[in-house]
């Protein structure tokens, strides 16, 4: 396949699956501060497989602790909106980065495994950075790779040269994915995120969360998932040839006022929580 512009890609854009019309609902209800729980449980369950998937998730060491969900509305109510919220995307955007995408050399769902664990670590992070919105960092988290999936789809036949150019140069691959294809898979990645109606401080973490210090708008948040990838990596938990060269910015740890023991805390929690496979939706 030749070479294709940013414009042309981002026609294929039109191509990613919208979501289906329950989620719709569901995310214009938690949305709006007066919609009651019964309201989104009804919602909720209207999908067998997302509420299955909903309290699973709920009743994860990673969210419920010790107290036992047995209801949407328990959900709702014990956890809040933006809880809820991270868990119904998370819930259903596995059906998009659940694909095998060989030009990555990803396995199929070892993109969306890695993406659930980046997101539980930017969450972790946005905690014991006091972060006024974990579940947020979250969302980013889980959602920054997505633009992969296009990416591989549509310009897989260019990965060669990206590796040819990592291995001779003293480069980062997402700098290598600019200088031979003009964008990289966060700048689509947000595309996407902007397709679904999601918040523009989620575009935004998402199409800088290599350099977060390209950022215009929330530098914390976009610092927070840069940090949760690169920890992700040290952790050996990123599959893909990306990680061949990866450029992390120390000054985003600074800047959340974190230190070394901070992150080393970090990843030990993360390592704990992850090792419970009710995590895994």
Same mark, same amino acid.
């Given at each position: 396949?030749?070479?294709?512009?940013?414009?042309?890609?981002?026609?294929?854009?039109?191509?990613?699956?919208?979501?289906?019309?329950?989620?719709?609902?569901?995310?214009?209800?938690?949305?709006?501060?007066?919609? +009651?729980?019964?309201?989104?449980?009804?919602?909720?369950?209207?999908?067998?497989?997302?509420? *299955?998937?909903?309290?699973?998730?709920?009743?994860?060491?990673?969210?419920? !602790?010790?107290?036992?969900?047995?209801?949407?509305?328990?959900? *709702?109510?014990?956890?809040?909106?933006? *809880? &809820?919220?991270?868990?119904?995307?998370?819930?259903?955007?596995?059906? =998009?980065?659940?694909?095998?995408?060989?030009?990555?050399?990803?396995?199929?769902?070892?993109?969306?495994?890695?993406?659930?664990?980046?997101?539980?670590?930017?969450?972790?992070? +946005?905690?014991?950075?006091?972060?006024?919105?974990?579940?947020?960092?979250?969302?980013?988290?889980?959602?920054?790779? &997505?633009?992969?999936?296009?990416?591989?789809?549509?310009?897989?036949?260019?990965?060669?040269?990206?590796?040819?150019?990592?291995?001779?140069?003293?480069? %980062?691959?997402? %700098?290598?994915?600019?200088?031979?294809?003009?964008?990289?898979? !966060?700048?689509?990645?947000?595309?996407? =995120?902007?397709?679904?109606?999601?918040? *523009? /401080?989620?575009?935004?973490?998402?199409?800088?969360?290599?350099?977060?210090?390209?950022?215009?708008?929330?530098? /914390?948040?976009?610092?927070?998932?840069?940090? %949760?990838?690169?920890?992700?990596?040290?952790?050996?938990?990123?599959?893909?040839?990306?990680?061949?060269?990866? /450029?992390?910015?120390?000054?985003? =740890?600074?800047?959340?006022?974190?230190? /070394?023991?901070?992150?080393? %805390?970090?990843?030990?929690?993360?390592?704990?929580?992850?090792?419970?496979?009710?995590?895994?939706?």
């Amino acid at each position: 396949m030749g070479k294709v512009t940013l414009e042309e890609l981002i026609g294929k854009v039109e191509e990613v699956p919208a979501f289906p019309q329950t989620v719709i609902r569901i995310m214009e209800l938690l949305k709006e501060p007066r919609s +009651a729980a019964v309201d989104i449980e009804r919602e909720i369950m209207k999908d067998q497989g997302l509420t *299955t998937k909903v309290l699973k998730m709920a009743n994860s060491a990673f969210y419920s !602790g010790r107290r036992q969900i047995k209801t949407v509305v328990d959900a *709702t109510v014990l956890l809040g909106f933006d *809880t &809820v919220q991270a868990i119904v995307l998370a819930s259903t955007v596995g059906k =998009v980065m659940g694909k095998e995408l060989k030009g990555y050399s990803y396995e199929r769902n070892a993109l969306w495994r890695q993406s659930q664990v980046s997101a539980i670590m930017a969450r972790s992070i +946005a905690k014991k950075a006091k972060f006024p919105n974990p579940d947020i960092a979250y969302t980013a988290g889980l959602l920054k790779d &997505v633009g992969k999936v296009i990416l591989d789809e549509y310009v897989s036949d260019s990965y060669k040269d990206i590796l040819d150019m990592i291995a001779g140069e003293t480069i %980062s691959y997402v %700098s290598a994915e600019e200088q031979i294809l003009g964008f990289n898979h !966060g700048q689509v990645g947000a595309k996407i =995120v902007d397709k679904w109606n999601l918040a *523009t /401080e989620l575009v935004e973490a998402i199409e800088h969360h290599h350099n977060p210090f390209k950022t215009f708008m929330n530098l /914390e948040l976009v610092s927070i998932v840069h940090i %949760s990838d690169g920890l992700v990596m040290m952790m050996g938990l990123h599959e893909g040839i990306d990680t061949l060269a990866h /450029e992390f910015f120390g000054d985003a =740890v600074k800047l959340l006022n974190l230190d /070394e023991g901070d992150l080393n %805390s970090i990843m030990q929690d993360v390592e704990k929580l992850v090792a419970d496979e009710q995590i895994f939706i």
